[in-house]
Structure formats: C-alpha cells, structure tokens
C-alpha cells in the first residue's frame, strides 16, 4: 500500500495510512476555539484528540496554548510523555512566530509517522494555511519539544472510518 509509513520504537507492529489520511484531512478547516479563533493549532489538536482518540470527550478542551498542550494532555489525563517525538504523539514546542498577549504561544500538532529522522506530522495554522497540513519534519524542528503518547487511547475505528477503510 502506498503512503504506509510504519511507526518507530515499541509501535512498530501499527502503522497508518498517511496517504489516505492526507487526503482526507488536508486543507480541512476545524472548529471554533473557545476564543473565537478558527483553525488555528489549538483548535485542530483538541479536534483531532475528540474525533480520533477516546481522551476527550466532545466538548472537553484540555487548556493552554500551542506550547502547553502536549504537557498539559499528559498532566491532566495521565498520559506518558517525552521530549524524543514519536509517533501517534500531540506535540507542542516552544517555538513559533505567533504571540499571545505579548509572550510566544508555540505550536502543537499530531505525529502521525516517525520513520528515522522524518517526522510525519499533521498541523494548522502553518504559514498563514489555516487547514490542516501534512508536514515532513526533522526531530531538531521541536525546540522544546514535549510529545504526550495517544497511541493507547487513539480510536483507530474512527480514524479508519473517515479515511474509508
């Protein structure tokens, strides 16, 4: 099949079908954050952990910034986390050119697929793109980088239902 990226580590009997799944959410505009602002990582985070993990219930937010979301998942919901990126991960980094209320916000996103030193990434609010965005990153892309395990707790029969598997 094409687009499988096979994950690293301890996860490497999964794998997901970046291909379909790029296909499927690339470009897609997602809810409303609870301050109004429409699309932008935050907001595509938290969609993606209530639509395609069994951690957020609907209306559940796990709260902060870009920079915050990761450490905050694993804190509030008891989640394992590192500073190494892995896939079928939330990250959040400290870097970032957004400000909020003077001070950085960072950045967050899912990996999807590590495959050596390509980090596979899905995102919003890239570059001024507000959809989601299938990106290739390197590990030294995450300065501060915090990447909280949703692996156990990721609803592969929702994920395979909207790729149409």
């Known amino acids: 099949m094409t687009g499988l990226l096979v994950m690293s580590g301890d996860l490497s009997d999964q ?8 296909k499927r959410l690339e470009g897609r505009r997602v809810a409303e954050d609870n301050d ?8 595509f985070a938290i969609f993606f952990l209530r639509r395609f993990t069994t951690v957020l219930g609907p209306g559940e937010t796990i709260p902060g910034n870009g920079k915050d979301i990761a450490g905050n998942l694993a804190r509030i919901k008891g989640l394992p986390s590192s500073s190494t990126p892995f896939a079928i991960s939330v990250f959040s980094q400290t870097n ?26 899905i995102e919003a609010a890239i570059e001024g793109h507000y959809g989601a965005t299938i990106r290739h990153r390197r ?27």
Request: proline share 3%; charged share 15%; aromatic share 2%.
């Open 15 to 22: 794998s997901l079908d970046v291909e379909a799944l790029t």
């Open 96 to 121: 970032g050119t957004a400000t909020c209320n003077g001070a950085p916000c960072g950045h967050t996103g899912i990996v999807i697929a590590v495959n050596g030193d390509d980090v596979v990434t």
């Open 36 to 43: 109004g602002n429409k699309n932008n990582c935050v907001a």
């Open 139 to 165: 590990p030294s892309d995450f300065v501060n980088g915090v990447f909280t395990n949703i692996n156990g707790v990721l609803d592969r029969d929702a994920l395979n239902s909207m790729i149409g598997k």
